[in-house]
């Protein structure tokens, strides 16, 4: 079943903070989390396994509660640069395939 | 340089044909994989193939069918069972054949636009 991102959209000013969460109605396994610019190629950010630490990358980290099925995407001070739709995928267990959110569109402005 | 090849970038075809999408990669990875992409219904997956010579269907594979002669190549064949082709089709690769723990790069992509 597709996980669930919010919000759908949201709009920074260059410097500020953003979360986005993702949710499964399924217990997970891991999540992967991915940034698309218009037309182009995802971009892999960051992957986070069942039983394994925070993420982070540079700015942008990332936790992931198994409990709740959920994981959530920190951007901090954010950059121009950080514009794009963000996807997570989830993976139900060892060999199971991903399934993508629909994405969270990201703008930021000057 | 290393990477993740599908040609061709934009692809028009009249109503009624089949099409072959290609993929093509040189990172030695061992699975492959097919998604579709339609505006705000994010990533869905088509096929994926774990090994050479083997492929499982996706959530959409009504429609499409693929073949995995060779590591390096996974082509995706749009048939005119397709009802709504139109949509951005993206191939992607990962070294190890777990989809759920192995990180999934992707190609370019290639906009197939049904006349």
């Known amino acids: 079943q597709q996980p669930v991102q919010s919000p759908q959209a949201v709009i920074l000013r260059e410097g500020e903070d953003a979360v986005i969460n993702c949710s499964s109605s399924?217990?997970?396994?891991?999540v992967h989390w991915y940034r698309q610019k218009h037309g182009e190629a995802p971009v892999f950010l960051m992957i986070?396994?069942?039983?394994?630490e925070q993420k982070g990358h540079e700015k942008i980290s990332a936790s992931f509660n198994e409990k709740k099925q959920q994981s959530s995407l920190y951007l901090t001070a954010s950059q121009l640069s950080y514009s794009g739709t963000y996807f997570c995928g989830t993976g139900g267990g060892s060999n199971y395939k991903l399934t993508f959110g629909k994405g969270t569109l990201l703008t930021v402005n000057p | 340089d290393g990477g993740i090849t599908q040609s061709p970038k934009y692809l028009f075809r009249k109503e009624g044909q089949n099409v072959t999408l290609s993929c093509e990669q040189n990172?030695?990875?061992?699975?492959m994989y097919w998604y579709r992409q339609d505006p705000g219904q994010g990533l869905r997956l088509i096929y994926y193939s774990q090994i050479v010579n083997d492929f499982q269907k996706g959530d959409i594979a009504e429609g499409y069918s693929v073949s995995r002669e060779k590591k390096e190549s996974f082509p995706l064949t749009v048939t005119s069972a397709q009802k709504n082709p139109t949509a951005f089709y993206l191939c992607?690769?990962?070294?190890?054949?777990?989809?759920?723990?192995?990180?999934?790069?992707f190609g370019p992509g290639t906009r197939l636009t049904v006349l």
């Open positions: 990172l030695n990875h061992d699975a």
């Open positions: 992607a690769s990962s070294l190890g054949a777990e989809p759920s723990t192995d990180t999934q790069y």
């Open positions: 399924k217990a997970l396994y891991s």
């Open positions: 986070l396994l069942k039983g394994g």
